[in-house]
Structures are given as C-alpha cells and as structure tokens.
C-alpha cells in the first residue's frame, strides 16, 4: 500500500475504527457528569473536530508533505526500539550517547 502513505499502515484501517470506539467509551463516561443538553452536545461536537482534526492532520503530513517531522520522529521511534529489541544493552548506549555520528554502533539502525 504505497499509495497511502508512509504514516498509513494496513493495521490502521483495523486499528483506528477500534481506537475510536474506545475514545468514545471513554468520553461518554465524561459526559454522563454533565447534565446541561446543551454543554453536553458543545463537548461532543468539540470530541469529533478534535478527532477529524487528528485524522487530517496525518493525512495532510503524509500525502503532501510526504513524511515531515511527524513521521521523522514515528520511524526514529521504530529504530530505537529495534536497537533495544535487538540488543537490551543499547538501551544504555543510548540513553548515554548525545550524538550519533558514524563511528557509533547504533549507526546501522539509522542508516
């Protein structure tokens, strides 16, 4: 699925509909403290801008900025975890380490 994106994952069709039911479990939980009809529906309409917002938000980054900051920092995350997977040690050697530069073991998770 390269046309989707890199921020877009098979999994994230699955996952985010799930997600969102769970945020909604949540928030109706918050609600039920309300009793004003009308605080009640300004929240719910402020619940939904927020998750549109989040949803285009990714999108807008992924397609037309292919990737930017957002996306730099989600596979930086993906590399550090491999590194410790890999190896439970570097999660020291990188908690320690301020710049990664070529002569550090850690080069070949980033490269």
Known sequence: MILL?????EVDFLAAPICFIILMMVFSLVLVKYKDDRTRTLLLQAFYFKMAC???????????????????????????????????????????????NVKTPLMNYFI
Do not use: C, Q, W
């Open 5 to 9: 994106g890199s921020l877009f994952r």
């Open 54 to 100: 989040a949803i285009l938000f990714t999108a807008f980054s992924s397609f037309y900025y292919s990737g930017g900051d957002s996306e730099m920092y989600f596979l930086s995350g993906i590399h550090l975890y491999d590194a410790v997977f890999d190896d439970p040690d570097n999660f020291f050697l990188i908690m320690m380490t301020k710049v990664i």
